[in-house]
């Protein structure tokens, strides 16, 4: 659903003098270039997960009060999920 909606869009063109250049093709979260969040997250060496819901559902990159809570709430969801909820059953077929 990438560039169906207004949370995300998908570039594939440039835009040249009065023609569409064919690019590698870019993928944008909410006007933000996911390779320029992503190399936040590699720069600082800290996963980005919760930043990157935050940005998704509210349209802008978290402040660190902001953070703090996003984290704290899916921390609590993350509770109530049934134990086995990440277990892969298939795990030990590819060891």
Known sequence: MAGLT??????????GDNDLI???????????????????FIKEKRFGYEETIYL??????????????????????RMLLPTDFVKDKNFGAFC
Not at 63 to 72: G, N, V
Request: net charge negative; glycine share 6%; proline share 4%.
């Open 22 to 40: 064919p690019c590698d093709g870019k993928l944008y979260y909410q006007r933000v270039d996911v390779e320029d969040i992503v190399a936040g």
């Open 56 to 77: 998704l559902l509210f349209g802008k990159l978290p402040d660190k009060e902001e953070l703090d809570t996003i984290i704290q709430i899916l921390s609590d969801y």
């Open 6 to 15: 207004d949370v995300s869009k998908i570039q594939l063109y440039v835009v």
